[in-house]
């Protein structure tokens, strides 16, 4: 199949078209060429005003709840939803039914993800059902491809066991992903722990459960030399144990979700369920914070922490609703939405380049002779996200009604061309 993709605005420091506008002419899934203007008939042409391309975006960390958990999301409307949201790989967490603790369960992941549109990389859990007491077979994983390991949403809470993980895993130059979160303090915590979990009546989770683990871990980093990432950061005070971190030549990096950096607990005064998530939203001071850290290079890269629940999770008291939202849909508009002041080249290192570069995936230039792997999006579009037209098999999601920047055009990923219509949830 032949695509030929219009004067689009190439973001891609690798490439030598980065910030120039190009015809590229794509071929069985190999860019052909890149000119000023090309002639050449083919299948499908993609032309639009305002139009961008990049590399393929990837999303470090989702539950695509596939096995056993399909009423709520499988891979065929997991990988519908990230190509939607213009992600061409989405990281999945082991916690699922069974548990992806053994090399069969990559398998599953590997083998039924092959014909969708986008490269479904499964997390090898760290322990045996996530459970946090015997480590799983990590180097079978590994050599069946696993992209990374996590227990996922149970973070791991011996450090005797997390040091052994990261000595396991160094000899094959895996990356542990850890929540950062002491599940002992704030245990029954609903929400950010300040002024408003008071004025709610809300039992509070206070940061400091996340800053423990990060401080611990790290110096867990340093004594094993390993690399471990940390997702779902919330805290300035993480930031700066980060930081300082990377100063000192530690193999630590992170990622923060879109909806840390668009909400803040002032907006669970209506007790949306949709919001209650985990970690939970700060305040906006903290808010502004993880901005500024999105955008001077502190935070590596955006995880979209994408967590479908069927509404039966959702609609109901706060206090019983399950944690999570989706997000692979709305990612980028969100982002683009309140990191204004950032450069386009900026928000696609955080979707995409630099969770390419922790996690030693491929990276695909735009170039002539290379692979196509790419995301089409338009900054300039002003959208409102409506109910009921997300891709997602869940629409757990606190954004319809509202209006932000940004849409995203579609992915061509190889020989797959993945285009959004009119039914897509931003338009």
Not at 118 to 135: M, Q, R, S, Y
Request: hydrophobic share 35%; charged share 20%.
């Amino acid at each position: 199949m032949n695509i030929l993709i219009q004067q689009a605005r190439i973001i891609d420091p690798l490439s030598p078209y980065n910030g120039s506008v190009k015809d590229i002419f794509i071929d069985n899934g190999t860019i052909k060429k890149i000119q000023d203007n090309i002639d050449s008939l083919a299948d499908k042409i993609i032309k639009r005003p305002g139009l961008y391309v990049s590399e393929g975006w990837a999303d470090p960390f989702s539950n695509f709840c596939d096995p056993g958990l399909e009423y709520k999301e499988t891979l065929e409307s997991g990988a519908a939803a990230a190509a939607a949201g213009g992600f061409t790989d989405v990281f999945v967490v082991p916690n699922t039914k069974p548990v992806v603790d053994t090399k069969a369960q990559v398998e599953y992941i590997r083998q039924k993800s092959k014909s969708l549109p986008v490269n479904i990389l499964p997390i090898g859990a760290v322990t045996k059902n996530a459970e946090g007491k015997e480590l799983a077979e990590m180097y079978d994983m590994q050599r069946s491809g696993a992209i990374a390991f996590s227990d996922g949403t149970n973070p791991i809470q011996s450090p005797g066991l997390l040091l052994k993980a990261l000595q396991y895993v160094k000899a094959f130059g895996g990356t542990i992903i850890q929540v950062p979160d002491d599940t002992s303090i704030g245990a029954n915590g609903l929400m950010n722990e300040g002024i408003i979990s008071t004025q709610l009546g809300l039992p509070g989770k206070p940061m400091m459960a996340e800053e423990l683990i990060i401080a611990r871990d790290i110096k867990l980093a340093r004594y094993t030399g390993s690399k471990i990432h940390f997702t779902g950061v919330t805290s300035p005070k993480s930031l700066e144990y980060i930081r300082r971190a990377k100063d000192s030549g530690l193999h630590v990096t992170c990622s923060v979700t879109p909806y840390h950096l668009f909400f803040s607990d002032d907006d669970l005064t209506t007790y949306d369920t949709n919001l209650k998530v985990y970690p939970p939203l700060r305040t906006k001071k903290d808010v502004a914070m993880l901005r500024q850290a999105a955008t001077d290079g502190t935070i590596d890269c955006v995880a979209t922490h994408h967590f479908p629940h069927e509404a039966d999770s959702k609609v109901l008291e706060f206090e019983y609703a399950k944690f999570g939202m989706t997000g692979l849909e709305t990612c980028y508009a969100a982002l683009n939405t309140v990191l204004s002041e950032s450069s386009q080249e900026n928000l696609c290192a955080l979707l995409g380049t630099n969770t390419r570069k922790i996690f030693n995936l491929p990276q695909h230039s735009i170039r002539e002779g290379e692979k196509c792997c790419l995301t089409l999006f338009d900054p300039s579009a002003e959208n409102i996200v409506r109910e009921n037209q997300f891709n997602s098999k869940s629409q757990n999601t606190p954004f319809p009604g509202k209006t932000l920047k940004g849409k995203v055009i579609g992915i061509v990923n190889g020989e797959t061309i993945n285009l959004n219509d009119q039914d897509s949830p931003l338009k």
